[in-house]
């Protein structure tokens, strides 16, 4: 019998506030490594094992703790080394974690978390943002894929590894915490306040959409925790249930999670003919997992990706374009092609570690290359608007970076400003006072904070529009042919 694995591959690291953080997981054939066994782990021969020599290492230990000018503690130095030796591996996935990391990462994996509810990641030494979670305080605040954390809470993160700049951002539900975010197009940074809240685990939502005369099956999957294959499951079921004449699998946004739940999710809806994921070791050798499916479903099937779509999402999608031949929709997914694995320390600490590649079904390892889609659609400006920080009131002749971003979103809610280059002109006063009266705001013409507010909260509602999601609607419009 195939081996199975237990546990999760995650795209990169979860803001889990006090719940934890997790980053790219898989516990191997159900057991935990320990530091013991990653000696001879994934085909490691003795040689390959000791890379540096021990002496040196103990002589340096040794110098540093007994003649450094001030007293040093045993458990740091020793703790600093093996931060010291992941650093020299330049890959923010593999971290170590002291036993209060850890337990908080353990807690993460329960069925709901506090926190902000976003995904990040180190990407070329920077803290980004992946992904927002659906509905979570971090998409409501505006954070957005790509955003860059510069600062929290005032301090910069500079040079914190991806754990450590996680732990600063968590804490209690009810608790705000403030980013400095760097967002690509924006001269200044964007200082986002977020309200810490309990993030739910409930990671499946389905319904049945009509288009064209035909029952579309829409299933959006915001993550893969442990039930994620069950509620796929019952909800699969209820769909055919309703004859459903195609499926539509939305994976935008999600960032990964448990690779049994994808394994099982695939298992419903691809043949046994190709392997759904191929796993690479150091040496080379590859293992190859399939579905045990006779036979495909007999409607159609999409799935929507995006750029928040990252590792168990891309294996999903991988999956269904390489071994089921159905198309996916939208943009390119975020690229995160590896595998790693939690090795006790023995105190209570662990070393995540890098240990293998995962490729496609046709060997493709899509690592830092995401996956693109069969039929690309860009979504509407009205999705890239950013959040309005006013300073002071915004007015006439004024010309500023914030005055362009009111534009943007009075041009994005389909009024017309005149023009989007920071200039407050008389066609943008006109396109205030509009907005103004459509609200029942008093039309000064000028966007003070109350008009700020009501300009972000409309873009939020049309975005929740779905006539406005132009990748929903062309995956419906294809299922539908």
Known sequence: MRKRWIAAIVAS???????????????????????EKAKTHSGANEN???????????????????????????EELAE??????LATLDDPYSVYM????????????????EGIGAEVSKVDGKIVIVSPFKDSPAEKAGLKPDDEILKVDGDSVEGLDLNEATLKIRGEKGTKVKLEIARTGLNKPLQIEVKRDEIPQITVYSEVKKENGKKIGYMEITSFSEDTASEFSDQLKKLEKEDVEGLLIDVRG????????????????????????QIEQRNGERSTYFSEREEKKDYPIAVLIDKGSASAS???????QEAGGYTLIGEKTFGKGTVQQPMAMGDGSNIKLTLFKWLTPDGNWIHKKGIEPTLEVTQPDLYRTHPLQLEETLKMDMNSEEVQ???????????????????????TEVAVRAFQRMHDLETSGEIDGKTAQALQQAVLEEIKNENNDLQLQAGLKYLAQ
Not at 49 to 71: C, G, H, P, R, W
Not at 98 to 113: G, I, P, T, V, Y
Not at 265 to 272: C, H, R, S
């Open 314 to 320: 891309e294996i999903l999608a991988g999956a269904l």
């Open 98 to 113: 002291d036993e209060e990391s850890a337990r908080q990462f353990n807690e993460a994996l329960e069925s709901s978390f």
């Open 13 to 35: 690291s979860m803001l889990a506030g006090a719940g934890g953080t997790y980053i790219g997981i898989s516990y191997y054939a159900g057991e935990e490594i320990d530091a």
């Open 405 to 427: 971003f009111a534009q943007e979103i009075l041009t994005a809610l389909g009024f017309e400003p005149g023009r989007a280059d920071g200039y407050f002109s008389t066609e």
């Open 80 to 85: 600093g080394a093996i931060q010291g030796m």
């Open 48 to 74: 390959s094992a000791v890379t540096f020599d021990i002496e040196k290492m103990e002589s340096a230990y040794q110098l540093i703790l007994n003649s450094y000018v001030e007293e040093v503690e045993s």
């Open 254 to 277: 999600n960032p990964g999670g448990f690779l049994t739940s994808v394994e099982e999710i695939l298992g419903e809806l691809v043949t046994k003919e190709k392997p759904f994921v």
